[in-house]
């Protein structure tokens, strides 16, 4: 069965760096565009950032575009997010999610459980 | 950015009760509109697709109509286990965007 595993989400201050990484497993990961997507608490849901499935094409929400990078790694089965430069605004739970294509449909039909980043000083 | 704006943001109601929620876009998205369910402390879950079309292992009781603005998510006769928030989401343009939400509880 398709699984999602997020890790590396934790307490940081203002201003420094965090990387997110998201496990992928029970289906082809090559063969299927990644996203980023987030919940602040109590809050609703954001979109954060998508990778295509080769990850020749990425895009970013406005918000975090040119703080955060997204990537991946196939032959390990991997989807990152690196965030630097910190706001108290980036606190929330990421998930990572599949889409059902390759170029990205933009809707999600597998999510992983969830890390909690919780900017603070 | 396409606004998403679901109404109610709450609802109470009871095991058997037919629930309508409904999600209208600031402008058309055709048919790209999903819906989500999520429970505390849980990822959320695809229901719908495409406004209509139910994702295998999710139960008739789930419905979703609509198109260009407006759609509705229907829960036909609402069980325990749907006491969740519900939200919808545009798929027709980046970025996606999702509505705020609509919990449904007792």
């Known amino acids: 069965q398709v699984q999602l595993v997020e890790s590396g989400g934790g307490v940081v201050q203002p201003g420094r760096s965090l990387r997110l990484s998201c496990a992928g497993s029970?289906?082809?990961?090559?063969?299927?565009?990644m996203h980023w997507i987030r919940q602040a608490p109590g809050k609703g849901l954001e979109w954060v950032a998508v990778?295509?499935?080769?990850?020749?094409?990425?895009h970013y929400a406005d918000s975090v575009k040119g703080r955060f990078t997204i990537s991946r790694d196939n032959s390990r089965n991997t989807l990152s997010l690196q965030m630097n430069s910190l706001t108290t605004e980036d606190t929330a739970v990421y998930y990572c999610?599949?889409?059902?294509?390759?170029?990205?449909?933009?809707?999600?039909?597998?999510w992983g459980q969830g890390t909690l980043v919780t900017v603070s000083s | 950015d396409i606004q998403m704006t679901q109404s109610p943001s709450s609802l109470s109601a009871s095991v058997g009760d037919r629930v309508t929620i409904t999600c209208r876009a600031s402008?058309?998205?055709?048919?790209?509109l999903n819906w989500y369910q999520q429970k505390p402390g849980k990822a959320p879950k695809l229901l719908i697709s495409?406004?209509?079309s139910l994702q295998s292992g999710v139960p008739s009781r789930f419905s979703g109509s609509g198109s260009g603005t407006d759609f509705t998510l229907t829960i036909s006769s609402l069980q325990p286990e749907d006491f969740a928030t519900y939200y919808c989401?545009?798929?027709?343009?980046?970025?996606?965007?999702f509505g705020q939400g609509t919990r449904v509880e007792i």
């Open positions: 999610a599949r889409d059902q294509t390759a170029y990205g449909d933009y809707y999600f039909d597998f």
């Open positions: 029970g289906f082809t990961f090559s063969g299927n565009a």
């Open positions: 990778i295509s499935n080769d990850g020749g094409n990425k």
């Open positions: 402008q058309s998205t055709i048919s790209y």
């Open positions: 495409g406004a209509s």
């Open positions: 989401q545009q798929s027709y343009s980046t970025p996606p965007t």
